[in-house]
């Protein structure tokens, strides 16, 4: 494997840190006496992050280059693990350093996805980008396991910071030195360019089917933990974030292997359906199943989670190859819906009860399970020419 590609994966498994905050909220729950709308600040700050700062660093990315922008992300989202690592005395300190990782985390995302297309062939970006998430999936799976190693140890959980914070100091010292070829744009984006790609009807639904689904994921990264804490009874600082995040990222590693293995035949809208119909089980698996069955859903949620991101995207970048720049900073800031999704889901389960909560993600994947439906009747020959 080359040296610039291995980087640009490094960063990948970084940006999987910041998917720790959904296994923070519970914890927050006790530490803190908090509410749960309270605690779906944890996941609204850094989302929040994605929403006000993609566009402009999709701008930043076109006009210095998309490796500066990596570096900025790296430094930013060190700082923000080394805060809570020296002082962590209230609920608002902690969500600051959430908002801090949550910028540095949209640097690296507008910045990540397109150049990893620009090492990539053309022909695979929808395979690589799927092995890309599975790094990013390791990422996530340290936080969860991470956090129950350290408190059963007998050490605080906020330990977990300072290893994240000097990893990512490590991966900067690494990237710096790395020659990575840049497509570079035939003019710097602009804010009104950017937002004329949503006048695409085509472009506006994925982007909308972005929103929703990140949305999802947080929310069920967010609520996971506190479902199986207060329905089936787990310990909230380590079976019920093992069993919950925990297994849910391992399960996302297992399938973006598997992603990347059947979108070599596949076509990417027929594998993107089929997703849809699996993670909507899963979701009902989980509200209505036992202890047994509720573990086996976040598992089947993981494995169905996994690869609907990527294959959206890269569908995305295919009907704009020459403005992936703008389309991934429109892209990062659908992440914000990982802001509003979670919070809908805390005022159900504050109001009606925390198992009732994954309505919101299920009403989501009626919507994917659409979309993608929509686009196999549509173009067929389309899709069959994105297979992998």
Not at 107 to 114: E, R
Not at 120 to 134: I, S, V, W
Not at 266 to 294: D, E, K, N, Q, S
Not at 366 to 371: A, Q
């Amino acid at each position: 494997m080359r040296f610039p590609v291995l980087v640009i994966l490094l960063t990948f498994f970084v940006m999987g840190f910041g998917d720790m905050r959904g296994s923070l909220v519970g914890i927050a729950k006790e530490m803190f006496n908090i509410t749960s709308s309270q605690g779906a600040l944890i996941p609204f700050f850094g989302a929040a992050a994605f929403g006000v700062f993609a566009l402009p660093a999709g701008i930043l990315a076109s006009r210095f280059g998309k490796k500066h922008l990596m570096v900025l992300g790296l430094l930013l989202t060190a700082a923000g693990h080394a805060l809570p690592s020296l002082w962590l005395g209230s609920y608002s300190q902690l969500l600051g350093a959430i908002f801090l990782i949550g910028i540095g985390m949209t640097c690296l995302l507008v910045a990540g996805n397109p150049l990893l297309r620009d090492v990539t062939a053309p022909d695979r970006f929808a395979r690589d980008l799927t092995f890309a998430q599975f790094i990013k999936s390791l990422g996530s799976i340290c936080g969860p396991y991470l956090i129950a190693l350290i408190v059963a140890r007998g050490y605080a959980w906020q330990g977990v910071f300072p290893l994240f914070a000097l990893f990512a100091l490590a991966t900067c010292l690494a990237l710096v030195p790395a020659r990575i070829p840049e497509s570079i744009p035939l003019r710097p984006a602009t804010l009104g360019a950017i937002f004329r790609l949503l006048k695409d009807r085509t472009i506006l639904a994925r982007i909308l089917g972005i929103f929703l689904f990140v949305g999802s994921e947080m929310g069920l990264n967010t609520w996971l933990s506190v479902h199986l804490w207060l329905v089936h009874g787990m310990s909230i600082e380590v079976d019920a974030i093992r069993f919950g995040q925990g297994l849910f990222w391992a399960a996302q590693g297992v399938g973006r292997i598997l992603g990347t293995i059947l979108l070599t035949w596949v076509p990417a809208r027929h594998f993107l359906f089929a997703c849809a119909l699996a993670g909507l089980g899963g979701l009902a698996g989980l509200m209505v199943g036992g202890r047994i069955v509720a573990v086996t859903a976040v598992v089947l949620c993981g494995m169905s989670f996994a690869n609907i991101w990527p294959t959206l995207f890269a569908l995305l970048l295919e009907s704009r190859p020459r403005q992936a720049t703008e389309l991934s900073g429109l892209t990062v800031m659908a992440n914000a819906g990982g802001a509003l999704l979670p919070a809908l889901m805390g005022v159900i389960a504050d109001r009606v009860a925390v198992t009732w909560c994954f309505l919101v993600p299920a009403a989501t994947f009626l919507y994917l399970i659409v979309l993608a439906g929509a686009g196999l009747r549509r173009s067929p020959r389309l899709a069959k020419s994105l297979s992998r």
